[in-house]
């Protein structure tokens, strides 16, 4: 899971491709990176500032750009990346945007995940004799659109990018890709392209602004980066649809491929920031909508083993607008007593076991007054790998609760994502083959509850106007997409996590 920008038509355009990082930083705490295309047109002739303009780092957004650095990224057309980690090997050489020369000049940035990566890597090593550069499956989409863009009819003129030659490339794209994929394309003196995979299963919204007497687009992962930017919000791009805004402010739209729609629930559930909509469905409103389904199975659980709660404390962030509703729901005080250190990276998405032990000793203070001797209805957004969890009721115990109860707003999640989630492995999961009982006695809890799948899409339908079927591979194991070669995935990941984590 990433977050991605672009932004065409505005005389900011780096600066804005920044802003919009920053908003979306919550997506990917890894990386950033800015990509700029100036064609020099603004100044009337050739200058240094022509071409390509390039920054990226490890680290977080407001530590990659400064004044200086933005200054520099010139031109009209940008694209940024946050990065979260899930494939590759976490250096330098492996941070988006990625670039080549060839045809026009090709920059990208990639939200989501290929699972056939490997295949298609090395099929363009031996067929195509393209050495790779990276372990990235951006990189393997880049050259994909390259090879097609290439292909250019001997009609059209080498400067001029024709829209049908793009629909036709993109769609050679969409037949080789499986897997996830919200793709953001700058291409050299042409414009911003941007597409989504056929299931539409990671998010892409765009918008537009007045600029002068023309206008401004931006494309983003998530509504609320252009609300901040001051973007009106267009629609969401429809899954396998391609968008091309050339330099000239012309709008090309058109529908690839048709299937079914598959957004992915952790979007509302735990990834997307709670003032974004997505595919029509206010993220806010599908998490109140969890913790009030939530509430009835909480009720019967806790009356079935004689239970009662004196107080519900949410696990900030995320949790927080859950549990409002379900303490409403329950009549039971709201309490926030686990005070949050803002500085502490998300712990879900560190990379690996230590780190996110570490980071919950460090991320969460108790307010020991308000817990000691109550019994205290914890809730989460999710239970994943169980350290967060397993440390937090530690946590909450410690500070003088009587009863620890862990309430999920997710259902347990028992099979391995390869869409973008960093879970790739059945055994990292705490549901994977172990039922509430034995999960409640891996955590330490006094109970576990969590959310029914049918709560789960009751929560995401009712807040919104479309009408699809989520994403809940992780918890059914119905995937959208041929996952026959989860394994090599999986192994590959494995590998490059061991990788990580010695010393």
């Known amino acids: 899971m990433c977050g991605i920008v672009g932004i065409i038509g505005s005389s900011n355009a780096a600066r804005e491709a920044f802003l919009g990082l920053t908003t979306l930083?919550?997506?990917?705490?890894?990386?950033?990176?800015?990509?700029?295309?100036?064609?020099?047109?603004?100044?009337?002739?050739a200058s240094s500032n022509d071409g390509f303009h390039r920054v990226k780092n490890l680290g977080l957004v407001d530590s990659v750009f400064?004044?200086?650095?933005?200054?520099?990224?010139?031109?009209?057309?940008?694209?940024?990346?946050?990065?979260?980690?899930?494939?590759?090997?976490?250096?330098?050489?492996e941070v988006q945007p990625f670039l080549l020369n060839y045809p026009f000049g090709i920059g990208m940035v990639h939200n989501g995940?290929?699972?056939?990566?490997?295949?298609?890597?090395?099929?363009?090593?031996?067929?195509?004799?393209?050495h790779l550069l990276t372990h990235s499956d951006t990189e393997v989409v880049l050259n994909l659109l390259a090879d097609g863009l290439s292909r250019c009819p001997a009609n059209v003129p080498d400067t001029v990018l024709d829209f049908e030659s793009l629909c036709q490339a993109v769609s050679e794209v969409f037949g080789r890709l499986n897997g996830s994929y919200s793709i953001l394309t700058l291409i050299a003196d042409q414009g911003l392209v941007a597409f989504r995979d056929p299931n539409g299963i990671r998010p892409l919204v765009w918008g537009s602004r007045k600029e002068g007497s023309g206008r401004a687009y931006m494309v983003a992962s998530e509504s609320a980066a252009l609300s901040f930017l001051g973007y009106e919000d267009v629609r969401d791009l429809q899954p396998g649809e391609l968008l091309y805004i050339d330099q000239k402010g012309c709008v090309h739209i058109r529908r690839l491929v048709t299937r079914e729609h598959r957004p992915c629930m952790f979007e509302w559930v735990y990834f997307a920031s709670p003032e974004s909509v997505i595919d029509e469905t206010p993220v806010y409103g599908a998490r109140i909508g969890l913790g009030n389904h939530l509430a009835t199975l909480v009720r019967s659980e806790l009356a079935a083993r004689g239970l009662e709660a004196d107080i519900v404390v949410p696990v900030p962030d995320t949790a927080r607008i859950a549990a409002i509703a379900l303490s409403e729901e329950l009549g039971v005080p709201y309490r926030e007593v686990l005070i949050k250190?803002?500085?502490?990276?998300?712990?879900?998405?560190?990379?690996?076991?230590?780190?996110?032990?570490?980071?919950?000793?460090?991320?969460?203070?108790?307010?020991?007054?308000?817990?000691?001797?109550?019994?205290?209805?914890?809730?989460?957004?999710s239970?994943?790998?169980?350290?967060?969890?397993?440390?937090?009721?530690?946590?909450?115990?410690?500070?003088g609760a009587s009863k620890v109860y862990f309430v999920s707003t997710c259902p347990p999640i028992q099979?391995?994502?390869?869409?973008?989630?960093?879970?790739?492995?059945?055994?990292?999961l705490i549901a994977y083959e172990r039922n509430s009982d034995e999960i409640q006695k891996e955590l330490g809890a006094d109970a576990v509850i969590f959310q029914s799948v049918e709560g789960l899409q009751k929560a995401i339908s009712q807040a919104g106007k479309l009408k699809f079927s989520p994403c809940m591979a992780c918890l059914t194991g119905d995937y959208p997409t041929d996952v026959s070669g989860f394994q090599q995935f999986a192994d590959q990941r494995g590998v490059e996590r061991q990788k990580k984590e010695k010393p």
């Open 415 to 428: 099979s391995p994502c390869f869409y973008g989630i960093d879970f790739p492995e059945k055994k990292e």
């Open 113 to 130: 995940n290929i699972v056939n990566a490997a295949s298609l890597a090395s099929e363009l090593r031996s067929k195509h004799r393209r």
């Open 383 to 399: 239970i994943v790998r169980g350290t967060t969890s397993r440390k937090l009721v530690e946590l909450v115990r410690q500070a």
């Open 341 to 381: 250190n803002r500085y502490i990276k998300r712990t879900f998405i560190l990379d690996s076991q230590e780190k996110r032990q570490t980071a919950v000793n460090l991320k969460l203070s108790p307010v020991r007054s308000e817990i000691a001797g109550k019994r205290v209805l914890l809730v989460d957004d």
């Open 66 to 93: 400064n004044r200086e650095n933005i200054a520099g990224l010139t031109g009209n057309i940008a694209v940024g990346h946050a990065r979260y980690s899930t494939t590759g090997r976490g250096d330098l050489i």
């Open 25 to 45: 930083q919550h997506r990917g705490q890894d990386a950033a990176g800015i990509l700029s295309f100036d064609s020099g047109e603004a100044s009337g002739a």
